[in-house]
């Protein structure tokens, strides 16, 4: 049974660069996409981006620019960054396995989440 | 971007039925997944591919989707039920999943 874990700092200063890692267990990052997906406090689920195993990204456009995904398989784990942080950025954040079959897309299992404050 | 609409809350008593509704331009020609999410828990789907239940999630579950809307219910409602409930497609156009706002299930 595959388990994702999100692992990283909880309070991260404005202006700087927030970096998260997903540690998969039970199974393999190959040959599956993984996605990173934030909750604001008390709001609802955005998608941040997804990385294929063999490294190919996309990301949200509302969040091009500032993030960049990296996958290491040797590890079993996966990575977001994300520079250039504010309070808006203040969310919990999941790491998630991708399902894909044809033109839809939908995640399982997600990881428990991690909270990541922004602030000074 | 696609967006998907939904009620903000549902109540319901339990045993009866609750029905949560998406709303997207054309979303039958989609794809549409249903999430529960509990208070300080990770979202967990209950409905794939329209009406596919995944393994371990309750027959009370089930899912259609035609027209502009997407439905979820849940039959025999029960406290445990109660939670967050998320719509998402794969938006073609923009190449990436959204999300709907979500709904909150009460349980009277």
């Known amino acids: 049974q595959v388990q994702l874990q999100e692992s990283g700092p909880g309070l991260v200063r404005p202006s700087e660069t927030l970096s998260l890692t997903c540690t998969v267990s039970g199974g393999s990052l190959t040959p599956y996409y993984w996605s990173w997906i934030r909750q604001p406090p008390g709001k609802g689920l955005e998608w941040i981006g997804y990385i294929y195993f063999s490294g190919n990204t996309n990301y949200n456009p509302s969040l091009r620019g500032r993030v960049t995904m990296s996958v290491d398989t040797s590890k079993n784990q996966f990575s977001l960054r994300l520079n250039s942080v504010t309070a808006a950025d203040t969310a919990t954040y999941y790491c998630?396995?991708?399902?894909?079959?044809?033109?839809?897309?939908?995640?399982?299992?997600w990881g428990q989440g991690t909270l990541v404050t922004v602030s000074s | 971007s696609y967006v998907l609409t939904q009620p903000p809350s549902v109540s319901v008593a339990p045993g009866k039925t609750a029905t949560i509704t998406c709303g997207g331009n054309t979303l039958g020609g989609e794809s549409v997944h249903w999430y529960q999410q509990k208070p300080g828990q990770a979202p967990v789907v209950v409905i794939s591919?329209?009406?596919d239940r995944p393994s371990g999630i309750p027959e009370r579950f089930s899912g259609s989707n035609s027209g502009n809307t997407a439905t979820l219910t849940i039959s025999g409602v029960e406290d445990g039920d109660e939670a967050d409930y998320y719509c998402?497609?794969?938006?073609?156009?923009?190449?990436?999943?959204?999300f709907g706002g979500g709904t909150k299930l009460t349980v009277l």
């Open positions: 591919y329209d009406g």
């Open positions: 998402q497609v794969w938006d073609t156009n923009s190449d990436h999943p959204v």
């Open positions: 998630a396995r991708d399902l894909i079959e044809g033109r839809t897309i939908w995640f399982d299992p």
